[in-house]
């Protein structure tokens, strides 16, 4: 009946006779309700759910840092308005200099408090405007309590974590009542994409000839963990050509010393240039 009972009143019974859950020391049992509510809530969610709800979490701090930003700077310069409008004559002392900004640090303290106050009041708003408008539409019902789930007050670390799991979906969270003390030791692995390097995603840059060779299965563990592969492409057949058989040591020795030769400086400035060309 106890269990009909907190069913019907929304809420999530929390396990107590797990005595190996850190999270039961950690947390208290309403933020244990709460975890357990977003994972419910989480676990319905494809990876398209989730890159259309990181997207919205987005322009939602956009929104949000943008007003309360002009919020701020609109209140820095408060105090000085004030001061203008009550002395708008230049003092007549000519080496007294008007400040810029009447008393500073209390303009600080006015626009900090302003952007606080403003940035949780648009980031209220905006995930109430979000939840009406996903109630109006039945198709997005997973989406919908995965809002209701979620805290406006930690809009970006939600952000982060829909846009990874939208990538990569292994780092969805796991049920809070299940996790234990050898959870926190869990290893992890999450190999670099290729596309990582901004040379790379912006496609500028010339791709390297390693990147096309084929690696061994071992190669390719090494190179995922930063590690340089233990077999080296080979370089272009125009640097390796073999030298015939018919070729005697004597001539290899007259053109390697034909090439010194050449290579030697004429005048000072080729000595210059080949010094200016040394790494």
């Known amino acids: 009946m106890a269990d009909d009972n907190s069913q019907s009143n929304g809420t999530v019974k929390v396990p107590t006779n797990q005595h190996d859950n850190p999270l039961l020391n950690k947390l208290t049992p309403q933020q244990f309700d709460a975890s357990i509510r977003f994972y419910e809530a989480d676990k319905k969610l494809n990876p ?131 996790f234990t003390e050898q959870s926190l030791h869990e290893v992890r692995y999450d190999p670099p994409s290729k596309d990582r390097h901004f040379t790379k995603a912006l496609g500028i840059g010339r791709e390297d000839d390693s990147e096309k060779h084929e690696m061994s299965h071992w190669d390719q563990i090494r190179t995922a963990n930063g590690f340089a592969p233990s077999q080296t492409p080979s370089s272009s057949p125009e640097n390796n050509q073999e030298l015939p058989s018919d070729l005697s040591t004597d001539q290899v020795g007259i053109n390697a010393n034909y090439e010194e030769e050449q290579a030697k400086p004429v005048t000072a400035w080729d000595a210059i240039r080949q010094q200016s060309r040394k790494p």
């Open 48 to 178: 398209e759910d989730r890159g259309e709800v990181a997207n919205d979490l987005q322009s939602i701090m956009y929104k949000t840092a943008f007003i309360g930003y002009g919020s701020a700077m609109g209140n820095f310069f408060v105090p000085t308005i004030i001061n203008r409008f009550q002395h708008p004559s230049v003092p007549s002392t000519p080496t007294k200099i008007r400040p810029f900004v009447h008393k500073p640090f209390l303009s600080f303290l006015i626009g900090l408090t302003a952007l606080l106050i403003t940035n949780q009041q648009v980031a209220k708003y905006q995930f109430s405007k979000k939840i009406e408008s996903l109630e109006s539409e039945s198709s997005k019902k997973n989406q919908l309590e995965a809002w209701k789930s979620m805290d406006y007050h930690q809009a970006s670390l939600f952000f982060l974590y829909y846009r990874k799991t939208a990538e990569n979906p292994r780092f969805v969270v796991k049920d809070p009542r299940t």
